[in-house]
Nanobody, 122 residues
Framework: QVQLVESGGGLVQPGGSLRLSCAASGRFFSINTMGWYRQAPGNQRELVATITSGGRTNYADSVKGRFTISRDNAKNTVNLQMNSLKPEDTAVYYC????????????????WGQGTQVTVSS
């Protein structure tokens, strides 16, 4: 009943910028933490950045100072502004969200987007 749809991925040169967006749709009571993870070929999926419903952020050390996560609670979206991109940022980026369902007494359910490819290359 819930979907996360990412957009904004693509090919960019080193030092360039991209902005990823993720929109949540469906029926749910609320969204707690949202964020972005990424997975490069041969690597494990790793945390990039998260943001709580109250706006508290957390970043991987590798992206601090370059990436900025934000969210719009009214629109149920989360964004990732990526600046000063490096080849090592190349990966599939996945949107992540924790949903509280409509069902009374329901537990938090984690949903993942389908992923969007980010390629940093000259």
């Amino acid at each position: 009943q819930v979907q996360l749809v990412e957009s904004g991925g693509g090919l960019v040169q080193p030092g360039g910028s991209l902005r990823l967006s993720c929109a949540a749709s469906g029926r749910f009571f609320s969204i707690n933490t949202m964020g972005w993870y990424r997975q490069a070929p041969g690597n494990q999926r790793e945390l990039v950045a998260t943001i709580t419903s109250g706006g508290r952020t957390n970043y991987a050390d590798s992206v601090k100072g370059r990436f900025t996560i934000s969210r719009d609670n009214a629109k149920n979206t989360v964004n990732l502004q990526m600046n000063s991109l490096k080849p090592e940022d190349t990966a599939v980026y996945y949107c992540y969200a924790e949903f509280l369902p409509l069902r009374v007494g329901g537990s938090i359910v984690v949903y993942w987007g389908q992923g969007t490819q980010v390629t940093v290359s000259s």
